[in-house]
Structures are given as C-alpha cells and as structure tokens.
C-alpha cells in the first residue's frame, strides 16, 4: 500500500493513479480526512490535502 497514487477530484472521488475508470470511493469531508488518517497521513496533513481538493478541484497523493 505504501507508495500507492491516488487522484482525488471535486466532491472527493478517489482514483487510483489518475481519474480514468470508476472512483474507487466516493467520500464526504470527514470520511475523506478518515480514509487519509487511517492511510497514513497526519490529521494536519489529511486537511491540507481536502484544501488542496476545494482549492484546484483535485490533487494527487501518493502514501506515505
């Protein structure tokens, strides 16, 4: 699992690698932060990555 992409779109799709196919989940903001958490991410950094989400429409993860 550790070093494994996702891309994470507008209304908290997650994809694995990029946005082609279904999303693998499809979250609202706390499951979002939960998913991260549980995953690996600090709590400071799973809200730093919802940010990023709202701000540009998606971003990209690779986990720790």
Do not use: C, H
């Amino acid at each position: 699992m550790r070093g494994d992409r996702y891309t994470i779109v507008a209304g908290f799709k997650v994809y694995v690698g990029d946005e082609s196919g279904e999303p693998v989940n499809r979250l609202n903001e706390d499951q979002l932060l939960d998913w991260l958490r549980v995953r690996g991410f600090s709590e400071t950094e799973a809200r730093r990555i919802v940010k990023r989400v709202e701000k540009n429409g998606s971003t990209r993860i690779s986990l720790p």
